[in-house]
């Protein structure tokens, strides 16, 4: 058995999420992804990353200001926080030079094959020229607030993950900073079509290209773009319920200040210079982040579609139909006679909001009851919820107002909810609400009914169309009262949900988990067969990965795959030697988690909310489902399989952690799992 001092087996969870956000840019310079999906990879590692510096290099600064001693006592592991951070900071370096190489070298030259050209101020025509300098005039002029750089001065502040300039004088004028404002222009301007090709310019070079004229008194020496990324925790204390909501709405303003993390700068800056605003923005050499000349490529998501051409996007790839569930069919009173599987992206999302809509209007139905994690700004979710309120329905919502980088929306719509007369709960203090269950109870002649449903993914209709997700309908009456007790805990009705059908955290789902592993392990050592088949989005506890080292060497046979963060590194002789790890990055977030246990020949599937993280096992309230229905286990056992044989968005997880794709056998047919799995829904509508 593995010793706790083995740790070749063993990555930092930050190292290895970096490695994720590679797969990420690995789509990006991937020739055989369309152009215009090329450019939105581009936009999503920009974005993770920000968010990475945001959230986790935030934490590992605030630890490595904690003493040694004080770190042991918080942490189950002995972690580095400045080793971590030096990795960190040379990875990333590395990856950015990677996306400037694939942003100047392939994607710019490609656009320009298909007819559009990305130009900077110093390439502009006359004529756009001259539309420049109206366009400036008419609509940046009202926005432009020059502040100065100087000591004694008040400091400006510069907004989280916002542009800005810094422009440089050759006289004695102090230099000053301007912000650029995408949030009221975008940042891609088309200048009008001359010809068959179309010009594209950055909102900022427009400015660049003005900025002399706008300092006609002054002699500009330089312009340099900046950008800082700030820490976003927002440091809440234990209070509960509508305390808790005022501090969250107060600290979302605050974040916009938080400590900074990261300060991206033009690498042509003046090293005075950029001395000059460490001083007075309190940068420290840490935080520091040399650039190319532009930055926040998250903007790359609006990118205009100039060009529609079929052959610089994804083909499309409509949600389907449900295959049991025709025009004019009652969800209800599907679900009353069968368990029903949805998975979406690839089916239809607005089931969810038909059977929630057909609660509403029942007039047996007397109770909703909601979890609500992430919800969409225009949440029709939220909407169909307030209907029922104002039926006479007794609806309780359970909202996260916690969910990071969601908390205004979710606040909104709490608020809504509760002016409609919906009983609205709030976070509780130190453990958020990560599952995803709804419960209809009705009224059925003299018995209470319940229709539940229990899914991996939010009830947000606009992730619904991106993310990988699976949902059960059921009516299964002994998992609806359990659902049930779940509810009663988040109502504070009861300290422990009673339940042995649902596996819930931070009640059952580790030692239920790490029991079926257990049992693996034994059956191995017997010479029965042992096996696991395990899909999540995260690995990172560190019991659970002693228990799966444990399990290789018993002979187990594991195959995982893992979308983000994978601390097991797989195939070390000794240890992991059974495990394959495989990661899928494609068109589609993959955000299902599916556990399969051989269990002695009598395998068992759950389907859950929660991956193998410290956070989710021990610090949320999460549900995973049994699947018991025959056919719906077929199902959901030939969705991961195809997962499985995937030969072209899955990558191997490898002691090299340099993500190579999982590239096809001679002897094999190409395979796209989201692809297939797509075409395998829609062949189960003809059937």
């Not at 706790?4 to 970096?18: A, F, T």
């Not at 594209?200 to 330089?222: H, M, W």
């Not at 990965?545 to 187990?556: D, F, N, P, R, Y």
């Not at 994978?566 to 002789?573: A, D, E, H, Y």
Request: charged share 30%; glycine share 4%.
């Amino acid at each position: 058995m593995a010793q706790k001092s083995d740790k070749e087996y063993l990555i930092d969870r930050d190292i290895s999420w970096l490695y994720f956000n590679h797969r990420v840019l690995q789509e990006a310079m991937n020739t055989s992804v369309p152009l215009y999906e090329r450019i939105k990879f581009l936009a999503i590692y920009s974005s993770n990353l920000d968010e990475f510096f945001r959230v986790r290099v935030a934490y590992l600064r605030r630890l490595k200001l904690l003493e040694k001693t004080t770190r042991k006592e918080l942490l189950p592991e002995k972690i580095k926080p400045k080793k971590i951070l030096e990795a960190i900071k040379a990875i990333v370096h590395e990856q950015q030079t990677l996306l400037g190489e694939i942003f100047r070298h392939q994607i710019l030259p490609e656009l320009e094959r298909a007819g559009v050209y990305l130009v900077s101020n110093e390439h502009y025509t006359i004529e756009e020229q001259t539309y420049a300098t109206q366009f400036f005039k008419e609509n940046i002029l009202n926005y432009i607030k020059e502040l100065p750089l100087e000591e004694g001065n008040q400091t400006p502040i510069l907004e989280d993950r916002v542009l800005y300039f810094i422009v440089e004088f050759k006289t004695t004028h102090n230099p000053c900073i301007i912000k650029i404002p995408t949030q009221y222009l975008g940042r891609f301007i088309v200048f009008p079509r001359k010809g068959n090709d179309y010009r594209v310019t950055f909102l900022d070079d427009i400015i660049r290209y003005n900025l002399p004229e706008y300092f006609s008194d002054k002699s500009i020496a330089g312009v340099y773009a900046v950008k800082i990324s700030r820490d976003a925790e927002l440091y809440l204390g234990d209070e509960l319920d509508i305390d808790l909501v005022e501090q969250i709405t107060e600290s979302l303003v605050k974040r916009q200040l938080g400590t900074p993390t990261r300060f991206l700068y033009d690498n042509q800056m003046p090293q005075t210079l950029l001395e000059q605003l460490q001083n007075l923005l309190n940068i420290k050499d840490e935080d520091l982040a040399s650039g190319a000349r532009y930055h926040n490529f998250h903007d790359f998501f609006k990118f205009p579609h100039l060009i529609q051409n079929h052959l610089l996007q994804d083909c499309p790839l409509p949600p389907l139909p449900h295959y049991q569930i025709l025009e004019g069919n009652s969800i209800m009173e599907k679900i009353h006679h069968r368990d029903i599987m949805l998975h979406f992206p690839y089916q239809r999302y607005d089931y969810i909001l038909q059977f929630l809509k057909e609660a509403a209007y029942d007039k047996q139905v007397k109770q909703i009851k909601i979890t609500l994690y992430r919800v969409a700004e225009q949440s029709e979710v939220a909407k169909t919820l307030i209907e029922a309120v104002k039926r006479g329905k007794q609806v309780t919502v359970f909202v996260e107002a916690k969910a990071r980088f969601d908390e205004a929306s979710n606040l909104y719509w709490g608020k809504e909810l509760q002016k409609a007369g919906a009983k609205v709960m709030y976070s509780f203090p130190d453990i958020k609400v990560h599952s995803k269950i709804l419960l209809v109870i009705k009224e059925e002649g003299e018995k209470r009914k319940y229709y539940s449903y229990i899914g991996t993914g939010n009830f947000n209709e606009k992730t619904a169309t991106l993310y990988g997700d699976h949902a059960l309908l059921t009516y299964d009456q002994k998992i609806g009262k359990e659902v049930h007790q779940v509810f009663y805990l988040l109502e504070r009705r009861i300290l422990i949900p009673r339940t042995e059908r649902l596996l819930v955290s931070p009640f059952s789902i580790r030692t239920k988990f790490e029991k079926m592993i257990q049992r693996e392990i034994k059956n191995a050592q017997k010479g029965f067969p042992a096996y696991m088949i395990i899909k999540m989005n995260s690995l990172e506890d560190a019991d659970i990965i002693e228990k799966l080292v444990e399990a290789s060497q018993a002979g187990v046979k594991i195959k995982m795959i893992v979308r983000g963060i994978c601390r097991l590194v797989p195939n070390i002789k000794g240890y992991t030697d059974n495990i394959e790890v495989i990661s899928i990055v494609d068109r589609f977030l993959e955000h299902a988690r599916v556990y399969i246990f051989c269990n002695g020949g009598d395998e068992k599937m759950y389907m859950a909310s929660a991956d193998w993280m410290l956070r989710n096992l021990d610090r949320r309230v999460e549900v995973a489902v049994p699947i018991r229905d025959r056919d719906l286990y077929k199902e959901l056992r030939d969705i991961i399989n195809i997962q499985l044989a995937d030969n072209q968005k899955a990558r191997l997880i490898t002691k090299s952690q340099d993500n190579p794709y999982k590239y096809k056998l001679s002897t094999e047919r190409a395979l796209r799992s989201q692809h297939e799995i797509y075409d395998y829904l829609k062949r189960k509508i003809k059937v």
